[in-house]
């Protein structure tokens, strides 16, 4: 089958978060399988687009209201991601470093997804399967099913990954004319609550809608930032399917970002040795257990509460545990972590910025993995965590209730029920035990290591759903 992910992310041609890592890994997995997927992503002005080669194979216009813009289709020249990686350039709109996070955000993936249809149109493309992941590329299923000009794509089955249901891009009914000519019947499919919803759009119009994991999709009827009452609607054609994460590249036995590499067998000897270089590094107590957080310093995340988190478990067990924290978002919540520094010496550092080398490190290196999340579709850090051997510590939610299970319930984590200073710090009391029961310890993380969350297996899941829709 001929699959095209379409996306405004993809590892390591441009990530913000969890989506790239996704989309980086599924569509190799989909091609040892013997399948033929290709990803599409805008071609931002970034490292990985002037570090590599590409081949011009198509050009063509495409309007977006009064304004005509050129776009240019690149392909990647030796796919050696795993698949073919095409970007499309439409220099006013994407030719800048970030992402997301501009004001003309509605602009440029409006644009992004119409010149993908163009393209299909003009070169005669008809994949079997259209993937379309998150709100970016959420307007894609409502053109090809109520465009006219798209008209001949009506039939190619089209699938939405919600990643994360709480961005839905919204915008308002005067930007109508930057989408093709539709009747005014059809309106209804654009519409939620007044204005134009591109999540919302995708749920209604896409053939098949799935989560990155089951537990999402249960709460997303409960607490789906205005969607609920569509998503139990939709249900019928709504499935979760847990991530996957990429074993070629988080292998603690292979992976070259580590000092020092180490297996199941090694896990005890390697993680000493990974966890004195990380702590020299950051100036932390290698015999102390090293708790971590990695990730998006925002809401969501429970980030806000993590100054207060770090402070009372530092001050509650004075010289007993080291905390590092490794992320960038809210400049309150930066400030805030950077401020401990200078209390906590010795036991505690932080790290703002993103550095996808030193997250290696850092999960080989830990003891254990703080996700405190509000939200947490999937969460893939808590995977990347039990791979290599640190043990995760996690509120009971979404992507995290599915993966995580308390050791007191005869798993492997320690669970909570919820975000709160309260209930992170009573977790944090629970690992250090742990820790100290060293038998026991050795032997969880020897369990975690050997967990399998591979795509080799959950890809052929999603191949199950691509064959259900190509009847
Ligand atoms: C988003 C979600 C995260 C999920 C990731 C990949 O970043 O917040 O929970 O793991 O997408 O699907």
């Not at 249809?117 to 970016?136: A, F, G, K, S, Y």
Request: overall charge negative.
């Amino acid at each position: 089958m001929e699959i095209i992910h379409i996306s405004a992310e993809c590892y390591p041609v441009a990530k913000v978060g969890g989506l790239a890592d996704v989309v980086g890994a599924l569509p190799k997995y989909l091609n040892q399988l013997g399948h033929h997927a290709k990803v599409v992503v805008p071609g931002y002005d970034n490292k990985f687009s002037k570090e590599n080669e590409f081949e011009t194979i198509h050009q063509g216009q495409l309007r977006l209201g009064w304004f005509t813009f050129s776009y240019t289709i690149l392909k990647e020249k030796t796919n050696k991601l795993g698949f073919e990686l095409y970007l499309i350039a439409i220099p006013e709109l994407f030719d800048r470093p970030n992402v997301y996070s501009y004001e003309d955000d509605t602009e440029r993936f409006t644009a992004f997804q119409v010149a993908f249809l163009n393209w299909l149109t003009e070169t005669n493309q008809t994949p079997d399967i259209i993937h379309c992941h998150d709100h970016h590329t959420g307007l894609i299923s409502f053109m090809m099913s109520h465009a006219p000009i798209y008209q001949h794509l009506n039939h190619v089955p089209t699938i939405l990954t919600i990643h994360n249901g709480q961005y839905q891009g919204w915008f308002g009914f005067d930007k109508l004319h930057y989408l093709p000519q539709v009747s005014s019947s059809r309106l209804g499919f654009l519409e939620w609550n007044g204005i134009i919803n591109p999540l919302a759009s995708a749920i209604k119009c896409a053939w098949k809608v799935t989560t990155v994991s089951p537990s999402y999709l249960d709460e997303l009827s409960e607490k789906a930032n205005g969607l609920e009452n569509l998503l139990r609607f939709e249900r019928p054609k709504c499935l979760g399917i847990l991530n996957g994460i990429d074993n070629e590249v988080w292998n603690p036995k292979t992976d070259d970002m580590l000092e020092f590499n180490y297996d199941v067998k090694t896990l005890s000897t390697g993680k000493s040795k990974n966890k004195k270089y990380l702590c020299e590094q950051f100036n932390l107590d290698p015999t102390k257990p090293l708790f971590t957080f990695i990730g998006r310093l925002v809401g969501e995340k429970g980030a806000d509460l993590l100054p207060e988190i770090c402070s009372i478990a530092l001050s509650r067990n004075p010289n007993e545990i080291n905390i590092l924290i490794l992320g960038s978002g809210d400049s309150n919540v930066e400030h805030g972590l950077t401020q401990l520094t200078h209390f906590y010496k010795g036991n505690y550092n932080a790290y703002i910025g993103y550095n996808e080398k030193l997250a290696h490190i850092i999960y080989a290196g830990a003891d254990y993995l703080l996700m405190p999340s509000r939200v947490e579709p999937c969460g893939l850090n808590q995977l990347y965590a039990l791979r290599y051997g640190t043990i995760p510590i996690v509120r009971r939610t979404g992507g995290l209730k599915d993966t995580v299970i308390d050791i007191g319930d005869g798993g492997f984590g320690i669970c909570h029920d919820q975000t709160s200073v309260y209930d992170v710090n009573y977790s944090i009391t629970r690992a250090i035990d742990l820790y100290n029961d060293v038998k026991n310890f050795d032997k969880t993380r020897k369990t975690i290591m050997q967990i399998d969350h591979s795509w080799e297996k959950v890809a052929q899941e999603y191949i199950e759903v691509y064959q259900s829709l190509k009847k």
